[in-house]
């Protein structure tokens, strides 16, 4: 890859160039989909080459076709194919797993992309960047106000202050006054302090990781030079150059969160410090000190915050600027901010005992629900306003999409802080009784799940009921696309029952809304009840009618019990998905939506494989291209299909236009245009099918997760296919004597239409052949629309 790119930069990617592969000279470059796959798998061939890449993505060929340029008559039949393998980028081995517990950070970064197109209105659209870039850095605070709780106040300053929790524990026991004989580190200060490296070692763990995963991605350059204007005017596109090069954006946020939690960990041990000394517990010097040391730790978040608000993308040009201080100082600051917040908190203070809850946990907690919900009702008036300006009827939720998405990031952030909390205070607790236990909002987020479960049977009632409807109906569409043929009950059943199992993927904007809905009114119920009682439910009704207070204890424990459960249970699947393929494939699909966009609003976020994979591809096109003066097809499955699409809105204009596009089971508008109507809208699809020489998209009815393209103006017939008989034969017949299988959203290659569709391309961008007329034999007619749009 890196001589393809030398070459490209000395002789220019768009130029002229010598063809050495002649006229005839044509090339298939596959993209796999969801799960990955071998190169073996997807050439049909034990014997495959490495042509030009490492071990994380790289392209093969079959070992007979790497000099397939040099002799371009040996196969005049087909293309040479290629394999694009990218299935390395987003699955490994089982420590990749642990991605998973940054979840909320992937959701929220994913609201960032859902927004509603808003051609002209580019205000509106940094004002929906800047809120989402808010509630990422709310659920950074929270994730490290997390670690603090479980520390900072369960362990150091509840457990180790109480000596039968302290004996229980004996790892504790250099903290606690009984334990130790009043030992040097058994003082709050101190124990918090110690404690204080458990939050700050996790800060610096996402440093790290967000930092190796920068230098992997996000500072890989792409083609040099613009690669042409978008059709798509005032709005933000796939095709600008620095769509896919987030360099300098992502430094900045990972210095500003870095910061963010260094300082989250300061004011945990701040406050309970300040709160002491200003009471008279200590000389006026401390009290000056903590003073001082408060008004930095604010004036510094001051500064994260005017950071975090200051630069969005840029994604019209290539950004090489780093901002090289900022990104040193900004975390530095805080860290040095950090240590001389522990030295004060360690300074000797007679007569201090740690007694009850620490004291921020209350206040930090139930603040950041409230900022939370704010961000989100802002996010969803914006959302509103740009979606009701240009309405899109296929928008997921009518342009509230991001909204619901930033809603399910802050909760599972919530759900997974609290459950560890939770269920840490559990196992220090013993039997009960003697710690005070979390802050109660957290109690009040976990008693309410088991309603929230409650509530959830009724979109799936709903949903169970429509699909089987759907089932009823589909019925009678399978004997009708197989006339002639002796029905077999069972084999209709099971077809119809795929199908509309199928169609419940064009039903999750509708569960997607029912589950935000019930969220956001439910953590408005319990942030309410932990301002107006203050106390757990099972002590705010322990005065009230005995049915009630056995409701709210039953609600209380189960939500604990449930919510740590999840926790294990959302681990355990993680690693699960990473070793077993069909799992892996059954999730692949939602993992790879949420990493394939690039880190705009999170730095802390898995990060995004597209980053890497559209440049190879654009690359790989461009100077092949170039080289040889050939005819491309770049033919993609599923996710490759949009990887595919993405990288020919990268290309320069002159080679867009020698490139055939052919995607198969691709979710191009049926996930990504509905829920990312501002990249993948309809004004989008229609610009990269004018600007590609020629495209053509299969589908079928089986698949839950490709589907027709759906082009705007009566354009749709000359890039979607009819969609494919699935399964190919409904009984037995001479070309298929045992049953065929439904295929649902695999096997694309081995249908005849395939083949077809992938000649008929191949056809068009041959200059001195043109393709079938719809009404020739062998044209759209005969073949259920297999021509695409000629190139000019």
């Known amino acids: 890859m890196e001589r393809a790119r030398e070459r490209a930069t000395e002789d220019g990617p768009t130029g002229p160039g010598p063809r050495t592969g002649g006229p005839e000279c044509a090339l298939e470059l596959l993209v796999h989909g969801v799960g990955g796959a071998t190169p073996e798998e997807m050439l049909g061939d034990p014997r495959t080459v490495r042509i030009t890449g490492d071990g994380t993505a790289a392209i093969f060929r079959r070992a007979d076709d790497v000099d397939a340029e040099s002799r371009p008559g040996r196969h005049p039949s087909r293309p040479v194919p290629e394999a694009y393998v990218w299935c390395n980028l987003t699955s490994g081995n089982a420590s990749r797993a642990l991605w998973l517990l940054l979840l909320p950070f992937m959701v929220v970064n994913l609201a960032h992309w859902t927004r509603p197109a808003a051609p002209g209105r580019t205000r509106a659209a940094r004002v929906y960047g800047l ?44 903290l606690s006054p009984e334990a130790s004989g009043d030992g040097w580190w058994s003082p709050p200060g101190r124990r918090l302090a110690v404690a204080a490296l458990v939050p700050t070692a996790l800060t610096g763990l996402l440093w ?85 040391l408060t008004t930095a730790t604010l004036g510094w978040a001051a500064a994260v915050v005017w950071v975090v608000c200051r630069r969005g993308r840029s994604e019209h040009r290539l950004d090489h ?18 240590a001389l917040v522990l030295l004060y908190a360690a300074w000797s203070r007679p007569g201090w005992q740690s007694a009850g ?22 996010l969803g008036a914006v959302a509103h306003g740009l979606h009701r300006g240009h309405p899109d009827p296929r928008a997921a939720m009518r342009g509230l999409g991001g909204p619901a998405v930033a809603l399910l990031a802050c909760a599972l952030g919530a759900v997974m802080t609290g459950g560890v909390a939770l269920r ?50 589909e019925r009678l569409l399978v004997a009708l696309d197989h006339p002639g043929e002796p029905e077999d009950t069972a084999r209709t059943r099971r077809i119809a029952r795929i199908r509309a199992t199928a169609a419940l993927t064009d039903q ?18 319990a942030q309410a009840g932990a301002l107006a009682t203050r106390r757990t439910p099972a002590e705010a009704t322990r005065h009230t009618w005995a049915v009630v207070h056995d409701a709210a204890q039953t609600a209380q ?68 291209t170039r080289r040889t003066g050939g005819r491309l097809v770049i033919s993609g499955h599923s996710q490759g299909s949009v990887l595919a699409a993405a990288a020919a809105w990268q290309l320069p204009q002159a080679v867009r236009g020698r490139v055939a596009l052919l995607t198969y089971g691709s979710p191009l508008e049926r996930l990504y245009g ?56 409904y009984g037995r017949t001479p070309e298929h004597p045992l049953p065929a299988p439904v295929l649902g959203h695999s096997g694309y290659q081995a249908d005849p239409a395939f083949a077809e569709e992938r000649e008929l391309l191949l056809a068009r961008l041959r200059p001195d052949l043109p393709g079938p007329r719809r009404d020739e034999p062998g044209g759209e007619a005969g073949t259920q629309g297999s021509s695409g749009r000629s190139s000019t």
Request: hydrophobic share 50%; aromatic share 10%; net charge positive.
């Open 674 to 729: 509905r829920w990312f109507p501002a990249y993948f809208g309809p004004a989008a699809l229609g610009a990269l099918h004018r600007e590609v020489a020629c495209w053509r998209n299969l589908h079928r009815r089986t698949d839950p997760i490709g589907g027709p393209v759906r082009l705007p103006g009566g354009s749709g017939a000359e890039v979607d296919r009819p969609p494919l008989r699935d399964p190919l034969a």
């Open 208 to 292: 790290y990781l967000s930092h190796r995963t920068w230098s992997a991605y996000e500072s890989e350059k792409p083609m040099p030079g613009p690669p042409g204007s978008s059709d798509i005017p005032g709005s933000a596109s796939l095709g600008s150059p620095g769509f896919w090069y987030g360099r300098r954006l992502v430094a900045r946020l990972r210095a500003a969160h870095t910061a963010t939690g260094l300082l989250t960990v300061s004011a945990a041990v701040l406050a309970p410090t300040t709160a002491f000394d200003r009471q008279g517990g200590g000389p006026p010097v401390l009290d000056a000190t903590g003073w001082l």
């Open 557 to 624: 424990t189960l939500g604990s019990w449930l919510v740590g459960l999840g926790f294990a249970l959302f681990v355990t699947w993680g690693r699960r998905a990473y070793r077993d393929a069909s799992a892996r494939r059954t999730i692949g699909i939602l993992w790879d939506i949420g990493t394939f966009w690039p880190r705009a609003a999170h730095p802390f976020a898995p990060p995004c494989y597209a980053e890497r994979a559209v440049p190879d591809l654009t690359w790989r096109m461009a100077t092949w």
């Open 424 to 473: 840490v205070a559990d196992w220090l607790d013993g039997d009960g009784g003697s710690l005070a236990g979390p802050p109660v909002v957290l109690t009040w987020q976990a008693a309410v799940i088991p309603l929230f479960i409650v509530l959830l049977l009724a979109p799936v009632c709903l949903l169970g009921w429509r699909t089987w409807r759907r089932c009823r109906a």
């Open 131 to 174: 809120l989402v870039r808010l509630a990422g850095l709310t659920l950074t605070v929270l994730l490290v106000a997390g670690a603090c709780e479980v520390a900072l106040d369960l362990a150091a300053w509840q457990c180790a202050g109480v000596r039968v929790c302290a004996r229980r524990h004996s790892w504790l026991g250099f």
């Open 321 to 338: 600027q780093l901002d090289a201080h900022l990104v040193r100082r900004l975390p530095l600051g805080a860290l040095a901010l950090l």
């Open 508 to 525: 999750m904007p509708l569960a997607v809304a029912h589950v935000s809905a019930a969220m956001f009114v439910l953590g408005a119920a």
């Open 357 to 378: 809850r620490l004291l921020p946990g209350e206040a930090a907690f139930g603040t950041l629900v409230l900022v939370q919900g704010a961000l989100v009702v802002a």
